[in-house]
């Protein structure tokens, strides 16, 4: 089905991309503390998070929809590719929030020097305004970290009931299979 395969694909696609911000990241964040280091790389960084985390929150939502596509039986095949990019998704989003770890270390480890309010670029960021972004941040992961739990709650009640299914698919047809040689002895009779 076409939609099922574009949201395999949009999944995909998202995974890459979470992938592809987090080694962004690390490369940015190895300026930290260096000659390198300023407001406009701090601001880099915080873009490249902020937007990494919404590639992982849409990820998460195309999971749960996709996994609620293919709850039915006869699906092992779409079942397993997806259960495959749950865990491409999962090892990307572990790897984000080991970054956002040390991306919040380093700017603790690495403080920028305060300026005077004449010298500011417009304005002033202060330790309130970054624990409050830092906060916000945190919120959205655990949401985020939510989601995901959801996700795999929903994919291991869609794996038994499959499973079920399947047992129920096989009883009926050991049954029919049974009722079967039953009429089959009666006619040679």
Known sequence: DQEESGLFEDISTKTQSISSNVSALDKLVRQIGTVHDGDALRIRISSLEHSTHQTATEAARTIKHLSGMLGGAGRKQQRLQLERLKNEFTQGLTRFQ??????????SINQLPSRKPAESSGFQVDDEEDRLLAEEEERRMSNLMAQQQDI?????????R???????EVSFNQRKERHGKRLSSFEVV
């Open 162 to 168: 499959a499973d079920r299914i399947e047992q129920l």
């Open 98 to 107: 080991k970054m956002q770890q040390n991306i919040r270390e380093q700017v």
């Open 152 to 160: 795999e709650i929903q994919t291991e009640e869609f794996q038994e």
